[in-house]
T-cell receptor, first 114, second 112 residues
Framework: AQSVTQLDSQVPVFEEAPVELRCNYS??????LFWYVQYPNQGLQLLLK??????LVESINGFEAEFNKSQTSFHLRKPSVHISDTAEYFC????????????FGAGTRLFVKA | NAGVTQTPKFRVLKTGQSMTLLCAQD?????MYWYRQDPGMGLRLIHY???????AKGEVPDGYNVSRLKKQNFLLGLESAAPSQTSVYFC???????????FGPGTRLTVT
């Protein structure tokens, strides 16, 4: 069965430190990959996505993620976090079967400390 | 553009009561979705629609019904609310299936 695993439920980190939020998926078919961010009391917003092409994708606010097909991973990284990055981050996968079912991970809460 | 809007934002129901959650989008998207979000479980798909007049079951459809009479609206109904339906409900839409989803701000529902 297809699934998405976010290995850390919470990640505390000091401001200006680097961070990596891990995401692994299992699927027998090719996938599209997404990271969404949810700020407190808000809906989810797309952070970045991988559909095809370059395996390294970047967001406008300094996050990047790399699709690793052999390790079935799509880890999210940022070299220097800010207090404003405190939020919950969700990894999501769409199975490329001609359908559109999106599978979300359980989420990782990033807490940036001053 | 307002994007995706949801009403109401908060609601408290007693067990057995019914209610309807309204989702509206002004982006002319074909696909619309209803999710519930529970702590530690991410988002789980309740029902979805691939176009006006169509609906289909998602991962956790029991206890819910939906309708998509107009392209821009997607309604989620609870006929007889149960405490297990206490959750935050999110509506989302997308232009096509395998693509970015746009989310509403959520409805926090408590069933006592």
């Amino acid at each position: 069965a297809q699934s998405v695993t976010q290995l850390d439920s919470q990640v505390p980190v000091f401001e200006e430190a680097p961070v990596e939020l891990r995401c692994n998926y299992s699927s027998s078919v090719s996938v599209y990959l997404f990271w969404y961010v949810q700020y407190p009391n808000q809906g989810l917003q797309l952070l970045l996505k991988y559909l095809s092409g370059s395996t390294l994708v970047e967001s406008i606010n300094g996050f990047e993620a790399e699709f690793n097909k052999s390790q079935t991973s799509f880890h999210l990284r940022k070299p220097s976090v800010h207090i404003s990055d405190t939020a919950e981050y969700f990894c999501a996968v769409i199975l490329n079967t001609g359908g559109f079912k999106t599978i979300f991970g359980a989420g990782t809460r990033l807490f940036v400390k001053a | 553009n307002a994007g995706v809007t949801q009403t109401p934002k908060f609601r408290v129901l007693k067990t057995g009561q019914s209610m309807t959650l309204l989702c509206a989008q002004d982006m002319n998207h074909e696909y619309m979705y209803w999710y519930r979000q529970d702590p530690g479980m991410g988002l789980r798909l309740i029902h979805y629609s691939v176009g006006e007049g169509t609906t289909a079951k998602g991962e956790v459809p029991d206890g819910y019904n939906v309708s998509r009479l107009k392209k821009q609206n997607f309604l989620l109904g609870l006929e007889s609310a149960a405490p297990s339906q206490t959750s935050v409900y999110f509506c989302a839409s997308s232009k096509t299936g395998p693509g970015e989803q746009y989310f509403g701000p959520g409805t926090r529902l408590t069933v006592t």
